[in-house]
């Protein structure tokens, strides 16, 4: 039997989609390891157990891949007071890439109708550093900085590289007021362990607007990346408008404060409804006032609520961007809805949008393209661009 602090030798096999290395006990069971890259051999020490799972640390290397290399922050870490934003920061960007584009690979391969012809080449950051336009900082007044891995402690920081340089300005002009009282953290119920409050913050803020606690509308985190996905987008609609003309229906899920829904009216479209479960980004949108577009805040969640949205209308272009949980209430996506013809998925979790993939197969469409894409550098996170057609 396992036991906690039990040290053990193995290799590396293969990486979680967490980012952490997959390594086999000589009993046979499973740990994920922090820090570690596939190919790599060494001493391991058991820290955790979870069902058929383990957890562990790596205690020395004793082959290392030689995508290894030195991370460039010194906050980097995944001990309690490091910060383990950026876990993918000791290797090599091409080596992340590569892993990036063989999970997609991989994951894909088990759906039947996503042959890998259809899966492009995944698109890199134009840079790899300094390209965040936000981020939510967590402060306990005494300190700023993010929450260490597997931890509820503060991994307190005096700079981000991946923040912009707007960014990093207010992250300076923030710790600059330290100690504050009003970042303390608020009384919270018994069961939150959080010591800490939230500090949203963004390259359209300063420093004296930042509060505590409250969050700011969803926006995509990489503008570089954010601008392609965009003309992705806009090149892909256009060529349908040239068939569809203006007339066609379109509906746009999960549209935030409008960042896809100014391409599509762009574009030309006049009959766009574009739903979205958060008044506060609505309101960000309707002030924009994109030409043909109709508005609704729903709770996307609920299976009925999609199949009211596509109730009354004839709906032939499909575009969605949700969050990683993914089209929960696809039940009511395709009731009574025959002229759809294209659906747009773009997603930030690969494993739910193979679950709603596979769905769209179900009813009749397939894949024409998926793009990857690398949202996030030194992360595991992957961001897709798919185009669907009815088959």
Aim: glycine share 8%; aromatic share 8%; charged share 30%.
């Amino acid at each position: 039997m396992n036991k906690m602090n039990e040290i053990f030798n193995a290799t590396v096999r293969d990486l979680s989609s967490e980012g952490n290395g997959v390594v086999e006990h000589p009993s046979g069971k499973t740990f994920f390891v922090p820090g570690v890259w596939r190919g790599e051999q060494g001493e391991f020490r058991i820290t955790g157990f979870k069902g058929r799972y383990g957890f562990a640390e790596l205690v020395m290397l004793t082959q290392a891949s030689t995508a290894r290399t030195e991370a460039p922050c010194i906050h980097h870490g995944f001990s309690a007071g490091q910060c383990g934003g950026c876990p993918w920061q000791f290797v090599s960007y091409q080596a992340q890439l590569e892993a990036k584009q063989k999970r997609v690979e991989d994951s894909l391969s088990r759906l039947e109708k996503a042959p890998s012809e259809k899966i492009k080449k995944i698109w890199e950051s134009p840079k790899t550093s300094g390209y965040r336009n936000r981020a939510q900082l967590k402060t306990d007044g005494e300190k700023i900085g993010y929450v260490s891995l597997s931890t509820n402690r503060i991994a307190a920081i005096d700079d981000c590289l991946i923040l912009n340089e707007k960014n990093r300005n207010t992250l300076q002009q923030l710790l600059k007021t330290l100690p504050r009282k009003d970042f303390r953290p608020t009384n919270r119920k018994r069961r939150d362990k959080r010591q800490w409050q939230t500090l949203d913050i963004d390259d359209q803020t300063s420093a004296d607007t930042v509060e505590p606690g409250k969050r700011k509308p969803f926006r995509q985190g990489n503008s570089e990346q954010n601008e392609r996905m965009r003309v992705w987008l806009r090149e892909r609609l256009s060529a349908l408008f040239k068939q569809k003309k203006s007339t066609a229906q379109v509906v746009e899920l999960f549209a935030g404060s409008g960042n896809f829904t100014e391409i599509i009216s762009d574009v030309g479209f006049r009959n766009i409804l574009a739903v979205e479960g958060s008044e506060q980004s609505m309101a960000a949108l309707l002030d924009k006032r994109y030409p043909g577009v109709e508005t609704l805040v729903s709770n996307l969640f609920l299976a009925e609520s999609v199949e009211k949205i596509f109730a009354k209308r004839d709906t032939e272009i499909l575009i969605m961007d949700p969050p990683r949980d993914g089209l929960k209430g696809k039940e009511g996506l395709f009731v009574d809805n025959k002229k759809l013809s294209d659906i747009f998925y773009i997603s930030c979790n690969l494993a739910t949008f193979s679950r709603d993939v596979e769905y769209c197969y179900q009813h009749g469409f397939v894949l024409a393209e998926i793009q990857p894409l690398d949202q996030f550098p030194h992360t595991p996170h992957i961001e897709l661009l798919a185009h669907l057609v009815r088959g």
